[in-house]
């Protein structure tokens, strides 16, 4: 298992955690994981549609980080350290237009200071809509 403290993340905390920022704004909810895995959604409407009615590719970006963030943040000492983004690349496969896409995220690599997570975005149907590869920085509390 890789979360910290071998206990699953509360996904209804990760979802809270969102509140008053971005991940609320575009709708982002926390909503399965495994041992080495998690899962969240984000609606395909107005708030993350770009002006021709398809999902925007910054939403999915979006999502790709919040999911990656917190991923990466649940498998470290969050008293001792914080997870910060440093690069994100999507590539943008095929369209969604209405109801949800799911965002999958599992690590490539985790080490002391630097992750690499992975994130599939699929739509309801399991088709893939972006894939995107997530590095990300462990760095001591006090540097935040």
């Not at 909810?29 to 910054?58: S, Y």
């Amino acid at each position: 298992m890789i979360w910290w403290g071998g206990e699953l993340p509360e996904l209804e905390l990760l979802t809270r955690l969102g509140t008053k920022a971005l991940p609320e704004r575009l709708g982002i909810e926390f909503v399965d994981c495994g041992p080495n895995w998690i899962k969240a959604r984000m609606p395909v409407d107005e708030r993350t549609h770009q002006p021709f009615g398809r999902l925007h590719g910054g939403a999915s970006v979006a999502l790709a980080e919040t999911i990656g963030s917190m991923a990466a943040s649940w498998c470290i000492d969050r008293d001792k350290h914080v997870a910060v983004g440093m690069e994100i690349n999507a590539n943008h496969i095929r369209p969604a237009y209405s109801g949800w896409v799911y965002a999958t995220a599992r690590p490539e690599a985790l080490g002391r200071t630097t992750h690499v997570w992975s994130i599939r975005i699929e739509d309801e149907a399991g088709k893939l809509v972006c894939i995107s590869r997530f590095t990300v920085a462990v760095i001591a509390q006090d540097r935040k």
